[in-house]
Structure formats: structure tokens, C-alpha cells
């Protein structure tokens, strides 16, 4: 996850004794020591039944890595199993029962009612109800790869990814999902994110991103702006896509990824989260407390770093107000101007 892995020991991570800590943070949050190791040295032994989350009443301040809006629903998911649900736009927050304790990743929301969840050991987690009852429906555990992100083109079709190049697709809402890799290699697939005319995006590790124009159903690499890992990528309303990862790197296309132009960020915190806000207004978020914003749909942003300097890993809000989510739970922010 941190830069390029060449061809490192699967346990290793490439780069990490030359990366600041706010990158190590990243590593903490997401891929735990021993992850990747796909061929035992000795007889497994026996898996224990998941534990169920505990129900906790500090859970929406505890870690949360990723959050989601539909309608008048948010959903929220991080460590120990922690999901949270909120319909006051991040006021309140009401913690769901989990038939698991692995640290959750992302979430999505088809609509109000249907969704799913991912995280370590390949868990996937659907929700028919809105977010008050979560069932399981995958899990892998001796596969040693948790799984980062999870997209849905519709209520039957999916595709979760993750460490070493997992990439798992569902056909039949969350029943049933198959491996189908996009690339020879295994570099962590960090983040999915999908531009309005369908065109969808992967951030990975080692400087590299992939494209899908036919709905993910083929993947082509695109050229790298940078050697080093990416944790996102934002399609704008303009047909511009944004791509962020490690020290600030930050870069911008006006061709769906087939060039890229170099954007000052301002920071050398790692970014981890974008979001469009309207009116051109764009907000980037990570670690260290960086908060970056545009007024010009991401061709220059601006440095509005919090003096708190908690890792941010998730955006959700509108142009009066933002919800950080990351160390500290989920914070409310006035939007910088």
C-alpha cells in the first residue's frame, strides 16, 4: 500500500520505512500484520464463530472508516464492527446489531433499504431494512485479505475489492460472489467510484489506477501520474475525475484518466476521501487533519488544515456543513469557504 511493492514478501509493505506516520495509519486502519498470506505453513486450525458487535454507547465516537447517503438515510461503518445509522443528517446516531466484530471498511446504499457492507476477512455484510438488521452473506478468513471498498450498478449487481488484488462479483444482490481479477498482479485495490455517464474508477496501490467503460465488466490500466498509492478517485458533474493518495500527491484529468495533470495540494498528508458539494465547490479530505477546498472543480485547491490533526477517511455533507468520519467518529464541521 505504500508505494511500490515490486515484488516484496506478501507481508511486507513496500516502502514503509521511508513514508511519515500519517501513512502508517493508514496501514493500521486497513490491513493488519500477517494479511495476504494465502498458503499455510501448517494445518489450519479450527475458525471460531463470529462474534456479534457489541453494542456500545460510545460507538459514534470510536474509529469509522467509511459512510454513505441515501434519501434521508446515513450509514456509517468502522472498527470492532460498528455500524451506525443516522435520519437527522449526522446528529444523532443509533448503532445496528452485527453478526460480526472484524473491522468494517465501506458500505454502500442502493437505496433506503437495501445495502451492504465489507471488511476484514472478505466479510460482507447486506442490509434489507435500512441499516437496523445486518446479515452475512460472505466471509473468507483464511484468505487473509480484507476487503477495502464495495459498489453496486444496481439491487443485483456488485463488485467488492480489496488487499492483493481481490475482486469479488455478485450477480444476485449480496447471495452468492465469485473471484474475477482484473490484472495479473496483486496490488491492493483501495477505493471504486463511479462517474455520472457510467465510466467506473479503481484506485490502487504503486501508482496505479484502472478504468471500466462497459460496467466493469473489462478493466484497462491507465498511465500512472505517480509511483506511489492512491486512496481515491472522484468523478466531477464536468466530466473531470480527481485522483489522491499519499503526501498530498493530487492529481486531475480531463480525459477520463488518459493524461494527468499535477494539482498543488498544499499538504504532504495523505488524502483519503473527496466530495463534490456543488456550485464547483470540492472538498478533499485525510490524515493529519488536511482538509483541502476548490472552488473551481479541483483545478486549484486551497489548504484548510484542522488544528485537531485527526485522520479524516470520509466525507459526507453539503456546502453550510460537513461530517468528517475517521479518529474521533463522526464530526460536524462548518464547510471552510
Not at 479503481?202 to 467503460?213: F, K, N, P, V
Not at 495540494?265 to 482538509?291: D, P, Q, Y
Amino acid at each position: 500500500m505504500i508505494f511500490a511493492r515490486r515484488h516484496l514478501p506478501r507481508r511486507r509493505f513496500a516502502g514503509a520505512a521511508s513514508c511519515a506516520a500519517p501513512a502508517l495509519f493508514v496501514l493500521a486502519l486497513l490491513i493488519p500484520p500477517g494479511a495476504g498470506k494465502l498458503c499455510a505453513q501448517e494445518p489450519a486450525a479450527a475458525v471460531a464463530a463470529p462474534e456479534p458487535a457489541i453494542l456500545a454507547r460510545l460507538a459514534p465516537r470510536s474509529l469509522l472508516l467509511d459512510a454513505v447517503e441515501r434519501g434521508s438515510l446515513w450509514v456509517a461503518v468502522g472498527e470492532r464492527g460498528h455500524i451506525l445509522t443516522s435520519n437527522d443528517r449526522g446528529a444523532t446516531w443509533k448503532q445496528s446489531p452485527v453478526p460480526t466484530r472484524v473491522m468494517l471498511t465501506a458500505v454502500w446504499m442502493h437505496d433506503e433499504r437495501l445495502g451492504w457492507a465489507v471488511g476484514h476477512d472478505e466479510t460482507i455484510l447486506r442490509t434489507k431494512d435500512g441499516g437496523a438488521i445486518w446479515e452475512s452473506v460472505y466471509s473468507a478468513p483464511d484468505a487473509e485479505r480484507p476487503l477495502l471498498d464495495v459498489w453496486f450498478r444496481d439491487a443485483e449487481n456488485g463488485f467488492a475489492i480489496g488487499a492483493y488484488g481481490a475482486f469479488l462479483v455478485t450477480t444476485d444482490g449480496g447471495t452468492t460472489w465469485n473471484e474475477h481479477p482484473i490484472s495479473a498482479d496483486d496490488f491492493h485495490l483501495n477505493a471504486i467510484s463511479a462517474a455520472a455517464d457510467g465510466t467506473l474508477f479503481i484506485a490502487a496501490e504503486a501508482g496505479h489506477l484502472y478504468r471500466s467503460d462497459d460496467r466493469g465488466a473489462t478493466w484497462k490500466a491507465l498511465p500512472a501520474p505517480y509511483d506511489g498509492s492512491f486512496f481515491g478517485c472522484l468523478p466531477l458533474s464536468d466530466g473531470s475525475v480527481l485522483a489522491f493518495g499519499l503526501r498530498g500527491e493530487l492529481f486531475r484529468s480531463a480525459d477520463h484518466g488518459d493524461s494527468w495533470t499535477k494539482i498543488t495540494s498544499g499538504t504532504e498528508a495523505t488524502l483519503m476521501a473527496g466530495l463534490e458539494l456543488g456550485g464547483g465547490r470540492v472538498v478533499i479530505a485525510g490524515l493529519a487533519g488536511a482538509l483541502l477546498t476548490s472552488d473551481d472543480l479541483g483545478r486549484s485547491f486551497r489548504s484548510a488544515p484542522q488544528s485537531d490533526r485527526k485522520g479524516n477517511v470520509a466525507l459526507l455533507g453539503d456546502a453550510s456543513r460537513l461530517i468528517l468520519f475517521g479518529e474521533g467518529g463522526a464530526r460536524l464541521l462548518e464547510t471552510p469557504k
